[in-house]
Structure formats: structure tokens, C-alpha cells
């Protein structure tokens, strides 16, 4: 059973920075690809970056192309997601999920079956 795990949210002021980290487990993750979401209250769910476990291709939604980075460490079966020059609008909780290649498109959230529990990220003005 896949298990994801998040962590390194917290409350930040604008322009500051974060690091998220989730850490996965319940199986080898070749074939699959990580992806970082957020929902904010009231709105849905919405792609925020992925990458692939093989060889690291990632992908950025619009909104946080130049500021966030997503990165992966096979060793220690984590991604992490660097955010920088964060903006009050990135307020959020954020979620890590996974996929396997086959299933779906990167950006679309229902092409994720497993999900972690989600990390609030606050970013006050």
C-alpha cells in the first residue's frame, strides 16, 4: 500500500520561502510520478508541480513556473517541493500524490489515486 507522507508546512510572510518534503513508502516507485497539489478554502484542488521518479522530468503550473521547485532524492524516497518568493494567493494545503505513468495526465488530480494528508501553508502579507 502506498503511503505519502508531507511535511515542512508552516506560516511564512510574503516573499519569504518554504520546503516541503514527502517522504514515500509501500513500494519501488519506477513508473510513477509525484506531483504536488493545493487547495484553497473554497476552491478546488489544483496542480501545482510533478515530476517523474525515473528521470526526474518535471512539470509547473503557470502560477508558480520561476518560483517553486520540485526535486526528488531516490535514496531516501522523498520529494520535496521549494517554494520561494511565496505570494499570500499560495496560501493553501498541500498535498503530495502519485501515479503511475499510464494513468491519466500530470496535472489533472484524478489521475492520482494515492494522496498524502496534506501540509497547511500560510502566507501572510
Known amino acids: 500500500q502506498v503511503q505519502l507522507v508531507e511535511s515542512g508546512g508552516g506560516l511564512v510572510q510574503a516573499e519569504g520561502s518554504l520546503r516541503l518534503s514527502c517522504v514515500a513508502s509501500?513500494?519501488?516507485?519506477?513508473?510513477?510520478?509525484l506531483g504536488w497539489f493545493r487547495q484553497a478554502p473554497g476552491k478546488e484542488r489544483e496542480f501545482a508541480a510533478a515530476i517523474t521518479w525515473d528521470n526526474g522530468i518535471t512539470y509547473y503550473a503557470d502560477s508558480v513556473k520561476g518560483r517553486f521547485t520540485i526535486s526528488k532524492d531516490n535514496a531516501k524516497n522523498t520529494v520535496y517541493l521549494q517554494m520561494n518568493s511565496l505570494k499570500p494567493e499560495d496560501t493553501a494545503v498541500y498535498y503530495c500524490?502519485?501515479?503511475?505513468?499510464?494513468?491519466?495526465?500530470?496535472?489533472?488530480?484524478?489521475?492520482?489515486?494515492?494522496w498524502g494528508q496534506g501540509t497547511q501553508v500560510t502566507v501572510s502579507s
Open positions: 509501500g513500494r519501488t516507485f519506477g513508473g510513477y510520478g
Open positions: 500524490a502519485a501515479r503511475t505513468y499510464y494513468n491519466g495526465r500530470y496535472y489533472n488530480p484524478q489521475s492520482y489515486p494515492y
